[in-house]
Nanobody
Framework: QVQLVESGGGSVQPGGSLRLSCTAS????????TGWYRQAPGKQRELVAR???????HYIDSVKGRFTISRDNTKNIMFLQLNSLSTEDTAVYYC??????????????WGQGTQVTVAS
């Protein structure tokens, strides 16, 4: 059974940085699409960034130039570097591991989430 564990969340001031990690165990990580999502209070969960097996990335407009997604397929780990954080980035961040190579599905695996709070 696949298990995803996020870490690296915390509280920072606006303009600060954090690095989130997502470690996968119990399944095949290296040939599946992965991504980071977030859910702010009172809002729906949204895609933040995704990365293919080959390293092709996609970001939502609001984080372009500030966040960087990466993965190490040899270690079953994915990262999200968050820079120039603003209060609007406050949310619980989740990692997602697809059951497919190119797209997400309803059967994907999710982590438990890690809280990111940006406040002065």
């Amino acid at each position: 059974q696949v298990q995803l564990v996020e870490s690296g969340g915390g509280s920072v001031q606006p303009g600060g940085s954090l690095r989130l990690s997502c470690t996968a165990s119990g399944g095949i990580f290296s040939d599946k699409l992965t991504g980071w999502y977030r859910q702010a209070p009172g809002k729906q969960r949204e895609l933040v960034a995704r990365i293919t097996v080959g390293g092709t990335t996609h970001y939502i407009d609001s984080v372009k130039g500030r966040f960087t997604i990466s993965r190490d397929n040899t270690k079953n780990i994915m990262f999200l570097q968050l820079n120039s954080l603003s209060t609007e980035d406050t949310a619980v961040y989740y990692c997602r591991l697809s059951t497919e190579i190119w797209y997400f599905t309803e059967n994907d695996n999710w982590g438990q989430g890690t809280q990111v709070t940006v406040a002065s």
